[in-house]
């Protein structure tokens, strides 16, 4: 008796509860997941041209944004740390005040302390060390995914008001100055 589907739907939901990031694939697997559609082979096709390579499943749990956000960001700044590019601020405006950050005050506190030692490195395989301890925990420990997650969303939070002040007049600065931001590549 077949069971439609359901003990792999099962096994998969498991593996993705223990997972929340999938490794890096090459984009070409993800065209070929989508082959039935022309337009998604297209877009991922433009992906390709614009120097994309890799992609990364991330867990549809309703915090995919974020998590898929936060991973991008630690991992581009173990990258350009690695290479001896250090940025200055990691984030524009500053890191958020602890006490948003309740009973993960403690792993916010580790997040901080991790990223601050990646910009102290002098590149290569020291970067490279503290990038990987920082991408393994953030994948095998629930707290540290949910405070990268919460950090995100605090950070959304603080350029959306911040942005309505602004647009009101009554804030004549911002923080979040596209000038400032710099694309990494």
């Not at 290479?83 to 200055?88: E, S, W």
């Not at 997040?111 to 102290?120: D, E, F, I, N, T």
């Not at 970067?127 to 953030?138: D, K, S, T, Y």
């Not at 405070?147 to 804030?171: M, N």
Request: positive net charge; charged residues 25%; aromatic residues 8%.
């Amino acid at each position: 008796m077949s069971d439609y589907g359901l003990a792999k739907a099962l096994r998969r939901a498991q593996e993705d509860l223990r997972y929340p990031l999938g490794p890096a694939q090459p984009l070409g697997d993800m065209a070929h997941d989508f082959a039935h559609s022309q337009h998604h082979v297209r877009k991922i096709g433009e992906l390709a041209h614009m120097g994309f390579r890799d992609v990364r499943r991330v867990r549809g749990d309703g915090n995919c944004f974020y998590r898929a956000v936060g991973f991008a960001w630690l991992e581009a700044l173990a990258a350009l740390a690695a290479v001896g590019r250090l940025l200055a601020e990691p984030l524009p405006g500053g890191w958020p005040d602890e006490t948003g950050f309740g009973a993960l005050a403690g792993e916010y506190f580790d997040l901080r302390q991790a990223v601050r030692r990646l910009l102290r490195t002098t590149g290569g395989n020291e970067a490279l060390e503290v990038g990987a301890h920082l991408l393994a925990r953030l994948l095998s420990d629930v707290k540290f995914d949910l405070c990268v997650i919460v950090l995100l969303r605090r950070l959304v939070a603080s350029f959306v008001e911040e942005e309505r002040l602004w647009l009101s007049g009554r804030s004549r600065s911002r923080h979040w100055d596209s000038a400032s931001m710099e694309p990494i590549r």
